[in-house]
């Protein structure tokens, strides 16, 4: 399989792409969806989520899916409450800042019973779909930046206050969301997910510092911990210089967003596969400008192996699908152009 072996460095005859968000709102097929039933209600309905799963994938002629679900999902049997308000993203209920809310989040989760909507729908994806199944979850530091500060932020300061002002405490939360992120993706593993991806996608506010002393340590036991059996991707934004410290933290596949030069990033790393990185905004551009960035990516990688093309960040609900898929059509020529 194409991106199963980009992701373990060998090469392949095209490169592989998906994209982050590749089911969402600028489908109609999925709007249509999302009339019938809330956005929780579809992540926890097995069937629908493999059908909006593979749809995209089919739709899209990408290399990969990614199971339909969210990263907050791991919170609810934590005991982090949260809902989505139409139009404002999530909103956790009551945010996790004392002593005695964090002793609240529970030690473990028991996945099989508590998220097993989610391996059900691994199951079910994995009878229809033609190309390998991500898995995922959030990285301990964007869950933590949820569970703190109630919802999305711009300047993560309560998080931040938390981890410069009560180290241990905070260390105490990160232990109890990294505890569960492994035996969550180690259960998709199990279900049969052919890959997994953690998503550390607000990590970009931290300094290369910060992130070493209060994130690096419990990444790295994720990616320690984690099944050896499928290849794993680490993603984060934002912040180019935390790059090295991440491929440190782990991951057979680093995802970079479009912040950063993709061979450039490749070399000083000197990972053995990278994932990236388009800046999504081309795809609502005019003209051909999107074929061209694809094309100077792809040639700036050149022949070596283990590029999986993606975006550097989720796809946005104003995307023209019949542009999505004009842009994994322009991968797959291009770059079997480059290395045939
Ligand atoms: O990539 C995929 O196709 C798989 C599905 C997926 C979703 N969320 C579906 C979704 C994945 C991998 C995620 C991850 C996720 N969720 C992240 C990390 C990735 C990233 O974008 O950085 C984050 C930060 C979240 C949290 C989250 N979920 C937010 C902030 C929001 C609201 C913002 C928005 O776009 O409305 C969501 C909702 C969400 N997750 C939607 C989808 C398709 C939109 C829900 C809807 O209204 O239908």
Known sequence: MVFLDACRGKPTPYTPVWLMRQAGRYQPEYRAIREKVSFLELCKSPDLAAEVTVLAAEQLGADAGIIFADILLVLEPLNIGFSFEKGDGPKIHEPVRTAAQVDGVAESIDAEASLGYVLEAIRRTKKDLKVPLIGFAGAPFTLASYAIEGGGSKNYYATKRLMFGDPGL?????????????????????????????????????SEHDYRTHVLPHVRRIFESLDRSVPSIHFGTGNPSLYPAMAEAGGDVIGVDWRVDLPTAWDAL??????????????????????????????????????????GHGIMPEADPARVRALVDHVHEVSARLRG
Not at 292 to 307: A, K, N, S
């Open 270 to 311: 000197g990972a053995k596969a990278m994932m990236g990185n388009l800046d999504p905004a081309y795809i609502l551009a005019e003209g051909r400008a999107m074929e061209d960035e694809v094309t100077r990516i792809l040639e700036g990688v050149g022949p070596r192996p283990g590029h999986i093309f993606n975006l």
């Open 170 to 206: 905070f260390r105490v939360l990160m232990e109890k969301l990294t505890t569960a992120i492994i035996d969550y993706l180690n259960a998709q593993i199990r279900a049969g997910a052919d890959a997994v991806q953690l998503f550390d996608s607000w990590v970009g506010c931290l």
